[in-house]
């Protein structure tokens, strides 16, 4: 009982983290600009699997699979994609991260068993 527990924890971090950095990331775009969200998750092949994208106001730099902020106050930011990655590499899994044509997404695979 235990594990699923901590698998529920794992989805649940990782929902809400990239949610609340997707509706930033979107709140930064003009008002007349396209503002879009999109979560995919599906189980296959003993794989939870989520994509989550958002439009950006500006290409996101991306070093080693991780953002190079633009925040003045670059100790004190990040930690929403950084859970992500603990949680979710905690537990076998694996996290990519792209920026292209003006749309960031996530990409989490985390092992059912």
Not at 74 to 81: P, S
Not at 95 to 100: F, G, H, L, S
């Amino acid at each position: 009982m235990k594990m699923k527990n901590d698998f529920s924890l794992v989805v649940v971090v990782m929902v809400a983290n990239s949610l609340d950095n997707a509706i930033e990331a979107c709140d930064k775009i003009a008002s007349e600009g396209k503002k879009e969200i999109s979560l995919y998750g599906r189980c296959e092949r003993g794989y939870l699997s989520f994509i989550i994208s958002n439009t950006v106001a500006k290409s996101v730099r991306i070093s080693q699979n991780a953002i190079v902020t633009d925040k003045a106050d670059k100790l004190n930011h990040g930690y929403g994609l950084r859970n992500i990655k603990n949680s979710v590499q905690r537990n076998g899994g694996k996290v990519n991260i792209e920026c292209q044509d003006g749309v960031f997404s996530l990409y989490i695979d985390i092992p059912l068993s």
